[in-house]
């Protein structure tokens, strides 16, 4: 990936491919998959200012895997790749392996 820092509270994440088939074998077109609200983070930036104006560090890290709400961040191409920018307050959660 080019190097990319977002900014701020904002971070990168690449989209979890979901799997293809249901439980029952049946296969999923891609036209009818829903976009996966799962994804591991590629990037993070330095953190928010608090009222203080010192740097408040992200709770989450290149490497998690996350759930994020359905319309939550920007879609973006970088390297022809699609990821999503969103701000942190916009991830629910990490999910822990």
């Given at each position: 990936?080019t190097k990319?820092?977002?900014?701020?509270?904002r971070?990168?994440?690449?989209?979890?491919?979901?799997?293809?088939?249901?439980?029952?074998?049946i296969?999923?077109?891609?036209?009818?998959?829903?976009?996966?609200m799962?994804?591991?983070?590629?990037?993070?930036?330095?953190g928010?200012?608090?009222e203080?104006?010192?740097?408040?560090?992200?709770d989450?890290?290149?490497g998690?895997?996350?759930?994020?709400?359905k319309?939550?961040?920007?879609?973006?191409?970088?390297?022809?790749?699609e990821?999503?920018?969103?701000?942190?307050?916009d991830?629910?959660?990490?999910i822990?392996?």
């Amino acid at each position: 990936m080019t190097k990319f820092r977002p900014l701020h509270d904002r971070v990168v994440v690449r989209r979890v491919t979901s799997e293809e088939k249901t439980v029952g074998g049946i296969i999923i077109p891609d036209t009818a998959k829903e976009k996966p609200m799962e994804g591991e983070i590629v990037a993070v930036g330095q953190g928010a200012r608090n009222e203080q104006g010192q740097i408040v560090a992200l709770d989450v890290k290149v490497g998690d895997r996350i759930l994020f709400g359905k319309w939550s961040g920007t879609e973006v191409k970088i390297d022809s790749e699609e990821l999503l920018i969103m701000k942190e307050s916009d991830i629910m959660g990490v999910i822990a392996s």
